[in-house]
């Protein structure tokens, strides 16, 4: 018999906002269960990629264009920057975390990712900016 | 769902492009297999093109000996218990990160192919 924990698992979302200017897809959440992985992109920026929200975007009868979000964070920083992003995803409460939303738009603070400081210098790590990229943007 | 990282990277400054750092989901692990005598690869679904992989290549001692023979089934079975995330609550486990030290037993390198 299956426990009743693994039905009381909620899906989350993370919330990003490039700015407080309303434009179509300047805001946007993404669901953890689309994530299909991160990489870096230069030396002070990561991107997060999903599957697409929009039809335009799944390739039907070819290859899906990933919906994505990249974020602008401390030099060197990808490595507790994924880290902070994992064990939001992994949250098993569910619901909105924003992940970067530098003009507060929601009202919960530029970010409620855990972040912790690089292991290796002790730099404090800070995420500043967002850049999202779905069908809207 | 938990994830795992992967960094091949020694400094923060030397960190500036895909290939060097990457987080996927553990479901992503399509298989774990022997690339040479001193290499294991692990293929995971790539992160941006559902067509491709991302390769984690790990070096380790030769197994053309019974010491290195021992070490490449040892590291497999450690690799599992990453992918398994055996004795870890957090959301993510690091397999290799050459910034911080953090290695699975006995690997000694690691690249990051994402294709």
Not at chain 1, 1 to 19: G, N, P
């Amino acid at each position: 018999m299956l426990s009743k924990t693994i039905f009381r698992e909620k899906e989350t979302f993370l919330y990003v906002a490039e700015s407080a200017t309303y434009d179509s897809g300047d805001q946007a959440m993404f669901r953890a269960s689309d994530f299909t992985g991160a990489t870096a992109v230069n030396n002070f920026k990561t991107v997060f990629r999903f599957y697409p929200q929009d039809k335009t975007r799944l390739g039907i009868g070819g290859d899906p264009v990933m919906d994505s979000f990249t974020l602008t964070h401390t030099d060197g920083a990808h490595v507790e920057v994924m880290k902070a992003v994992a064990d939001a995803l992994s949250n098993e409460r569910g619901g909105i975390i924003v992940a970067c939303d530098p003009d507060n738009t929601m009202g919960r603070g530029i970010t409620q990712l855990n972040l912790q400081n690089i292991a290796s210098t002790g730099t404090t790590v800070s995420v500043t900016a967002v850049v999202i990229t779905t069908v809207d943007a | 769902m938990k994830y795992i990282i992967a960094n091949d990277q020694l400094t923060t400054g030397a960190i500036d492009a895909a290939d060097e750092i990457v987080m996927f989901p553990r479901s992503s692990v399509l298989s774990i297999d022997l690339s040479s005598n001193t290499g294991t690869d692990i293929h995971a679904q790539s992160t941006s093109n559902v067509d491709s992989t991302v390769v984690l290549s790990i070096g380790h001692a030769t197994v053309d000996s019974f010491t290195g023979d021992r070490a490449q089934r040892q590291m497999i079975d450690d690799i599992v218990k990453i992918i398994n995330m055996e004795n870890h609550s957090r959301g993510y486990n690091v397999i290799f990160d050459a910034l911080n030290n953090v290695s699975i037993l006995n690997a000694t390198t690691l690249g990051v192919d994402e294709a």
